[in-house]
């Protein structure tokens, strides 16, 4: 999970959600094809205030690769979107590699 793609080539990420995070084990994503894919939540976690979450594809044909979104609100609805600064991905992927270390 160390190599960024700002466009991930593989989703427009629409989800939507009003409830806790911990409830949560799946969500599914629209392609730019509106192919819908489904993803596992790996976990959520903060960096300056700005949650993120890690995704790994449902699919066991798929890779395991994953991939880090940035949450948004909007309207009280939270948005799931690709991190498109350079300098937002590196703080993010450091925090994260920190919180896999310490498992």
Do not use: R
Request: charged residues 35%.
């Amino acid at each position: 999970m160390s190599e960024h793609d700002h466009n991930h080539n593989h989703h427009d990420h629409d989800h939507h959600h009003n409830h806790d995070h911990d409830h949560e084990h799946k969500v599914v994503l629209v392609d730019e094809n509106g192919q819908e894919k489904e993803f596992d939540i790996v976990t959520w976690f903060e960096v300056e205030s700005q949650e993120y979450v890690v995704l790994v594809s449902a699919d066991a044909d798929d890779d395991q690769e994953g991939v880090i979104l940035k949450v948004q609100e909007e309207n009280g609805e939270e948005f799931l979107v690709d991190i498109e600064d350079d300098e937002e991905w590196e703080k993010v992927l450091s925090v994260y590699e920190q919180l896999i270390q310490e498992d």
